[in-house]
């Protein structure tokens, strides 16, 4: 049985994700459990961790503050492989500028930047913010979740705010709008997205099933 968990906080579409994870289990034709909680225990006996997240980061970290999320997350990527999803991947940071400055985990060594409110195309036009749809990854670096996914494929986008690596080595996977920020990095068992791959139909659905066969190494 392959047991995933899918950390609750609150703060994201949990439904969607877990049941895109039923749906890949049953094409791999494997025992797959979806659990969605903030049990410590629970999460502490799965295979598989996923830390999604939507909304303002500072409402994210006080809830992840408040349930002990900040302590399972931290347990988590010493242990096994972690996916994190949008906010979740913004809350593995350090600090982001939303909500006027917001002290994240600091697990990995980033910054969560703002798109700005006059954000240009290459053409000179002005792009809406958030930054919402579909829009092309490129693949900076191998990475098993990468398997059988095309580069430049199309993943689905909604997000105001983007991270910054300080480490270009993390960095698998980059997106342009109005200019290059990080869609996806890695480090370690953590593989973070700043895409929804439960909303990015077949390619989006390929990343989760590499991550259901994913031992954490690179």
């Not at 991270?163 to 342009?176: D, F, K, L, S, Y």
Request: net charge negative.
């Amino acid at each position: 049985m392959n047991k995933i968990a899918v950390i609750d906080y609150g703060m994201g579409n949990l439904h969607s994700v877990a049941k895109a994870l039923e749906h890949v289990g049953r094409e791999l034709n494997e025992q797959v459990e979806v659990i969605v909680t903030a049990d410590s225990n629970v999460i502490a006996e799965a295979d598989r961790v996923i830390f999604p997240g939507v909304g303002a980061i500072r409402d994210c970290m006080a809830e992840i503050r408040r349930l002990d999320v900040d302590q399972i997350v931290k347990d988590s990527i010493h242990s096994k492989p972690v996916l994190a999803i949008c906010v979740g991947m913004q809350a593995l940071m350090g600090t982001s500028e939303e909500n006027g400055g917001v002290e994240c985990l600091g697990l990995l060594d980033g910054v969560v930047r703002y798109f700005g409110d006059d954000l240009r195309g290459a053409d000179g036009q002005r792009l809406k913010v958030p930054h919402m749809g579909w829009n092309q990854v490129s693949q900076s670096r191998d990475h098993p979740l990468w398997k059988d996914v095309p580069d430049n494929s199309r993943f689905y986008f909604v997000h105001s705010y983007y991270v910054e690596a300080q480490q270009q080595g993390m960095v698998t996977g980059t997106t342009n709008y109005g200019h290059d920020f990080v869609a996806a990095l890695a480090d370690s068992n953590i593989f973070a997205v700043q895409f929804h791959p439960e909303k990015s139909q077949t390619v989006g659905l390929t990343l989760l099933r590499n991550f259901l066969m994913w031992d954490g190494t690179m």
